[in-house]
């Protein structure tokens, strides 16, 4: 069997801002329902012989507590996706647009015949994830996204498609190009965290730099050790700050080109003695990369659980595409001014 199955979210969304200006007869927005079906007709295309499923944003409860539980302790400032978090009237017209409209949309969809599903204590990627492990020795799979923390997924009968890129990533060639396993790249991005979804990493460790590391050591728990390895005798010779005012002067230390060389440093964490021996110059200078991960390291497994996928969710449902109703779908179109979908409709169904 052929899979191909959709995160709902990501789709849509990019949808809404790649064609925000579009509104039908009444002046509701309509550019997430003509960009989803509009892929949607692409993707009948380019895979004829798949089944179709979308899988929509539910809330990740493990997410949430896990990162709760880091504030609490001090290793992050804020919780899981709470940057995201705002007013109504402050979002993004884009993004109140998805919100406003995906009921609507879920039910445009139903109606080309097209299974969907949301499970509410979990995102899409964790249902992508589960379907993948029960089906993926024995069927097809393509996943449709954009979003770079699939590639955890990659597998022989697991594939990828991108289409803003009009890409496909296989898993032989991508760890080819990369030199790690996709398994790994979750420590890549424990070690740099993620802005977008409010993970934090290590200060100062992007991308290149986390690939790298992986890369010599295979793991962010290999990665860490040999910086304790190599620099866990300057912590014996210059042991951490206690003092308030030590402290205080560390963490307001700042450089011409960043407002605190410390960010986010609190007086719990260690090997604040080395960096106040390197800032008197005491001691010769580390990388910082280094210093940032022996200071920050705390954070990195919570930052690895978080980027995490869950594979283990029961009673998924099987995935069973069911009959169409083409007046009802017209009807949607009309209604959304999609003329131009609608001589192409049995390409959706």
């Known amino acids: ?17 790649a064609n925000g200006e579009l509104q039908n007869r009444d002046g509701i927005p309509t550019g997430v329902h003509y960009g989803v079906f509009q892929s949607l007709r692409n993707l009948g295309e ?15 409860v493990r997410r949430i507590s896990e990162a709760n539980i880091g504030v609490t302790k001090g290793l992050i400032r804020s919780g899981y996706k709470a940057n995201r978090l705002c007013k109504p009237e402050e979002q993004r017209r884009e993004l109140k647009d998805f919100y406003d409209q995906a009921p609507y949309l879920k039910k445009g969809i139903h109606q080309a015949g097209i299974p969907q599903i949301r499970i509410h204590k979990f995102e899409a990627d964790d249902v992508v994830s589960a379907y993948c492990k029960l089906l993926r020795d024995d ?3 393509v996943l449709v996204t954009s979003d770079k923390d699939y590639f955890q997924l990659l597998h022989p009968n697991v594939r990828i498609w991108d289409g803003m ?27 740099m ?27 962010y728990q290999a990665v860490l050790k040999e910086l304790h ?41 260690p090997f604040t003695g080395v960096a106040m021996a390197i800032e008197d110059k ?62 192409e409709i049995d390409q959706l169904i």
Request: hydrophobic share 35%; glycine share 4%; aromatic share 10%.
């Open 46 to 60: 380019r895979f004829p012989d798949y089944q179709f499923l979308i899988v929509w944003d539910g809330k990740s």
């Open 165 to 191: 890129k009009n890409k496909m990533t296989v898993e032989n060639e991508w760890t080819k190009e990369t030199n790690i396993s996709p398994s790994q790249f979750i420590d890549v991005g424990a070690l």
């Open 282 to 343: 005491k001691i010769k200078a580390i990388p910082k990369t280094a210093l940032m991960a022996l200071i920050f390291e705390e954070r990195v497994p919570l930052a690895y659980s978080l980027k995490k996928m869950d594979d283990d969710i029961d009673g998924l449902p099987e995935i069973k595409g069911f009959a169409p109703n083409r007046n009802r779908l017209l009807e949607y179109f009309d209604y959304y001014d999609m003329e131009s979908l609608k001589d």
């Open 229 to 269: 390895d190599q620099y866990d005798n300057l912590r014996v010779t210059n042991p951490d700050i206690t003092d308030e005012n030590e402290f205080k002067r560390l963490s307001e230390m700042k450089t011409p080109k960043e407002k605190f060389k410390y960010p986010e440093i609190n007086i719990n964490m």
């Open 193 to 219: 965290g993620d802005t977008t979804d409010n993970i934090f990493g290590l200060p100062s460790w992007g991308e290149k730099t986390s690939l790298k590391a992986i890369q010599k050591s295979g793991s």
């Open 139 to 141: 069927n097809e799979i």
């Open 1 to 17: 069997m052929k899979y191909l199955i959709i995160d709902g979210n990501n789709l849509a969304i990019r949808s809404a801002f």
